[in-house]
Nanobody, 128 residues
Framework: QVQLVESGGGSVQAGGSLRLSCAASGYTYSRNFMAWFRQAPGKEREGVAVIYTSAGSTYYADSVKGRFTISQDNAKNTLYLQMNSLKPEDTAMYYC?????????????????????WGQGTQVTVSS
């Protein structure tokens, strides 16, 4: 069993930065891939960034590439999402997710259906 707890959301003006955290517990082999997703009201859940925890390899959605950085602190069992140059369209509930197994680090890895464990979410609001 894996438990994920997000924190760090809040309100920020466009151009600002936020760092989200996701504290993880449970078997590490069940967290081979960890990712951040987001969902805005009336929209489908969207994959933002994923990390293959064994190697630290990462993959990003085009919409956040160059602005967001996913990282991990293995000693703290914590996943991070550093968000810079935030835009109003980044406003959403952000979720941390995890799954074991293996799949290609591509758009496949940003498919929410592939993830088994989810956190409760943290709200990010960006004002113009």
């Amino acid at each position: 069993q894996v438990q994920l707890v997000e924190s760090g959301g809040g309100s920020v003006q466009a151009g600002g930065s936020l760092r989200l955290s996701c504290a993880a517990s449970g078997y590490t082999y069940s967290r081979n891939f960890m990712a951040w997703f987001r969902q805005a009201p009336g929209k489908e859940r969207e994959g933002v960034a994923v990390i293959y925890t064994s190697a630290g390899s990462t993959y990003y959605a085009d919409s956040v590439k160059g602005r967001f950085t996913i990282s991990q602190d293995n000693a703290k069992n914590t996943l991070y999402l550093q968000m810079n140059s935030l835009k109003p369209e980044d406003t959403a509930m952000y979720y941390c997710a995890a799954v074991g197994g293996w799949f290609a680090l591509s758009n496949t890895a940003l498919d929410s259906a592939k993830y088994r464990y989810w956190g409760q979410g943290t709200q990010v609001t960006v004002s113009s």
